[in-house]
């Protein structure tokens, strides 16, 4: 693997001052805290979970009915799990990739690619319209190849994408300085950066100045329908809502028989300090995109802006770490083994970087579902709608997930609730222990397949077959 020539000495000198907090949420423009819910109350629309998915939800509602009175509960803070923790990667995909989209959804994979890049533009738009700062770039994403095999993948793929530009290595190697690369895809269209704590902020500001009433530190503890409506008990009141939208993603379902679709899986990232123009200049970069590789164990990394103006790379992934039960814990953001692997792979991916520190490492649970994009679900006769299973590409999905479940509330049938990505959920994943050994195993044999050019063995084809994976 890239990195087993990095010594260990540089790998712990770089990574010796980092702070254990994610970057983004380390941030002087975090609002303060808003109170916690403190009677019972009663709303048209109940909100559960302050990460995108909520937030968009709480927008959009108040934007479709100004007059909606619309109440989120957030269990902590705003944005302070998976979407204060992610790579800032915005992409219009809605299936987790073209080739995904067309192996679960072949008759409609194209227009949900359609959909996809409406949605990012409709992102884009609210952005602009509330005047959130958060760093949008439309920069795109290059893909890179790291071995030979997978460049033919690379030129299979541009085939059948037009719009994609196919980089040979010395050209690939030109936009991005590495002895890495042997080729690139650079899909200019479909995805675009961002800060992904300032965007939540921003949407938490736009939603409150629509009049959405917002409260912190307030897990909801149990849900219940009766005739007078859905009920969200608090440790501070009662909810009672004619509609509930439960955007709840990693964390334990209130509706027990979605718990067996996701798993929450635990991703692992580093923050560089800031790069001076020399090390800058050493790695080209000049048009920003978004960086992945093709491995099973890929790695994502991006350049990212701090708020004093300078320039870092955040470089993360190639660990998915699933615990025994399903478990979420605080200390698994933490894990020193994956961040001295990442150091090492970032230094092999940019000798010329050497000397560079991490200032940030951080982890956090994705909801990994098995076909790796959203679904869907409904309860109490259609007043609680329930979305999740979005995999790692939730920054810019969540907002069409948001709009799905606005739809299904609503009662009356819409273009995206006659979707087969809608009406049809992945396979579950099974309970313990059988949910554990067959991670275990997956795990193993895409470490397998990477050693060996790709080739996905028995264990994976059988997975393929029957459309179930595992994947962050």
């Known amino acids: 693997m890239a990195g087993r020539d990095v010594p260990a000495g540089h790998v712990a000198a ?23 819910l403190a009677t019972d109350t009663a709303a048209d629309l109940a909100v559960v979970g302050g990460g995108y998915t909520g937030l968009w939800t709480a927008l959009l509602a108040k934007e479709r009915d100004p007059g909606r009175r619309v109440v989120l509960l957030e269990g902590r803070r705003i944005g302070w799990a998976a979407s204060g923790r992610n790579g800032g990667f915005c992409e219009a995909s809605l299936t987790h990739g073209e080739a995904n989209g067309r192996r679960h959804l072949p008759q409609e994979s194209a227009r949900l690619a359609g959909l996809g890049l409406q949605n990012l533009q409709e992102i884009a738009d609210t952005i602009e319209r509330y005047g959130i700062d958060c760093g949008f ?29 196919f980089l040979d290595e010395a050209a690939v190697r030109a936009e991005v300085g590495s002895p890495l690369y042997r080729a690139g895809l650079w899909d200019k269209q479909g995805s675009a950066m961002l800060n992904p704590a300032r965007l939540a902020w921003g949407l938490q500001r736009a939603c409150r100045e629509l009049g959405v009433e917002i409260h912190e530190h307030t897990p909801v503890r149990g849900l219940a329908a009766d005739r007078h409506g859905v009920r969200l008990a608090t440790g501070g009141g009662t909810v009672t809502a004619a509609r509930v939208a439960l955007a709840t993603n990693a964390f334990p379902s209130l509706l027990p028989r979605t718990r067996l679709y996701t798993v929450p899986v635990y991703d692992y990232a580093l923050m560089t300090e800031p790069l001076t123009a020399q090390q800058l200049a050493a790695i080209g970069w000049t048009n920003r995109q978004g960086l992945a590789d093709l491995n099973n164990r890929f790695h994502y990394y991006r350049l990212a802006t701090d708020p004093q103006g300078g320039t870092r790379i955040l470089f993360g992934g190639y660990d998915a770490v699933y615990h025994y039960g399903r478990k979420m814990r605080p200390e698994y953001e933490q894990r020193p083994e994956t961040f001295g692997k990442l150091a090492a792979h970032f230094f092999a991916t940019f000798p010329q970087l050497e000397g560079v520190k991490f200032t940030h490492q951080w982890g956090g649970a994705i909801d990994t579902c098995s076909r790796f994009f959203s679904f869907f679900a409904t309860a109490h006769g259609g007043r609680t709608a329930y979305s999740a299973g979005y995999t790692g590409l939730g920054v810019g999905a969540t907002r069409f997930g948001a709009n799905v479940m606005l739809d299904l509330l609503s009662g009356s049938p819409t273009e995206r609730t006659a979707l087969r990505m809608v009406r049809r959920k992945p396979l579950p994943f099974p309970p313990e222990p059988l949910a554990w050994l067959g991670i275990r195993l997956t795990t193993a044999a895409m470490i397998r397949a990477d050693r060996n050019r790709g080739r996905r063995g028995p264990w994976l084809r059988l997975l393929d077959s029957v459309g179930m994976g595992f994947d962050s």
């Open 14 to 36: 770089a990574l010796a001052g980092a702070v254990p907090v994610p970057f983004w949420l380390d941030d002087p423009a975090r609002p303060e805290p808003l109170p916690a």
């Open 137 to 165: 770039e439309r920069t795109g994403t290059l893909s890179v190849a790291t071995e030979e095999h997978q460049v033919a993948w690379l030129t299979e793929e541009a085939e059948q994408d037009p719009d994609a530009v």
